[in-house]
């Protein structure tokens, strides 16, 4: 997959082309669509009655913004790129736009948001564009600022594209340094491409207990990564195969479990052989 | 110069009960006034559940439906002028200003 962070800086990447074609294409306004539905799910307890003031960090066109709008939030959407701002104001959403870069801290009054979300923005902040910007102090400075921007008890989700295991540990240490609690949901960790992650940040504690939400995988929900200790024990191996039966029964499993559509059913034929004079 | 546009918009009583301890209501008041508009009478505001719906809207208003599409802010502390254009305020600011 090509990675747009590596090509320029977002506010020159995203000139008036670019961001024509990335408001315009269906594929991408669906999967921005589904994400921003999830991240609304991840930021939780949504009663439904009161609407929330939400922050969208990275609001682009406003595709996630359009969500919100339907869910009836109110909200504030800041970007670096001039050209997607613009059309984000052509097509004429509720929320309130403002240009900033995140990189330079979240310049609103403390306490101010019930709530963050933010759609395939944080990998670019592990970039240095330019010899003045080090990817440590600005992700430092955005999750300090963030912190503040957000009120006790709130949340904060940010669906994005990490390069690397690496890149996620980078990104979680400054949220943590900058005192936020919570962890890493995977969503169908075993697909290569519907694999999402979402990093849930808690600023504060809300009273009760939080806990992690789970992450959706085809068959169920499986648990979080979260920083909970990975037992060592190892359990024996299972995958000894006796039979062509066994060994499809396997291959179908795993595809289930990569959420493939259309794996046949198992039944009593499978794995039998025709007869012959087919 | 400056330009103020109204957006009308729903009016949700509950969403501004809500909102207004977070809001520096001092602040508001001579952000409006500095716009040429003295709506807002009081000079404080105890308690937001004893006022009457007439104050509720006239929040609603100034707080979601204003938009000022052409201005700048003037940063209290540095005196750096932010420019508003479109209704979007400019807060990039050059890696020597940070």
């Known amino acids: ?198 990093l849930c940040l808690f600023a504060g504690v809300s009273g009760k207990e939080v806990q992690m939400p789970a992450a959706k995988t085809e068959t169920g929900t499986v648990s979080n990564v979260g920083r909970q200790s990975q037992s060592t024990h190892r359990p024996p191996r299972t995958n000894i195969k006796h039979s062509a039966k066994d060994h499809i029964n396997h291959k179908k499993h795993l595809q289930r479990q990569k959420g493939k559509q259309g794996v046949p059913l198992d039944s009593k034929y499978t794995g039998r052989k025709r007869r012959d004079g087919f | 110069m400056c330009r103020i546009e109204i957006r009308e918009q729903e009016f949700n009583a509950d969403f501004i009960r809500a909102f207004f301890p977070k809001l520096d209501y001092g602040v508001l008041k001579s952000t409006l006034e500095s716009l040429g508009d003295d709506s807002l009478k009081l000079d404080s505001v105890e308690d937001i559940d004893g006022q009457p719906e007439d104050f509720l809207r006239l929040l609603h208003k100034v707080l979601l439906e204003m938009d000022v599409t052409q201005g700048e802010m003037t940063c209290g502390n540095c005196q750096h002028k932010y420019q508003i254009n479109e209704g979007i305020p400019n807060m990039l600011l050059g890696a020597d200003e940070i």
């Open chain 1, 1 to 198: 997959m090509s990675r747009p962070e590596h090509i320029a800086p977002p506010e020159i990447f995203y000139n008036d082309s670019e961001a024509g074609k990335y408001t315009s294409n269906t594929r991408v306004q669906q999967i921005q669509a589904e994400m921003t539905y999830r991240a609304l799910e991840l930021l939780g307890d949504n009663d439904g009655q009161t609407p929330k003031f939400l922050l969208d960090i990275g609001c682009g066109s406003g595709l996630s913004g359009e969500i919100l709008d339907e869910e009836g939030h109110y909200w504030l959407g800041c970007d670096i790129s001039p050209s997607m701002l613009s059309i984000a104001l052509e097509r004429d959403l509720e929320g309130d736009l403002m240009l900033s870069d995140i990189g330079s801290g979240v310049h609103v009054r403390a306490g101010s948001f019930d709530g963050a979300i933010s759609i395939s923005v944080l990998q670019w902040l592990c970039n240095a564009d330019s010899t003045s910007a080090n990817p440590g102090s600005r992700l430092m400075r955005f999750f300090n600022s963030l912190y503040a921007a957000l009120s006790r008890g709130s949340r904060a989700v940010f669906q994005f594209y990490p390069e690397s295991d690496d890149q996620v540990g980078f990104i979680m240490g400054f949220a943590q340094k900058a005192g936020f609690s919570g962890g890493l949901v995977v969503d169908y960790p075993n697909s290569r491409k519907a694999k999402k992650f979402y």
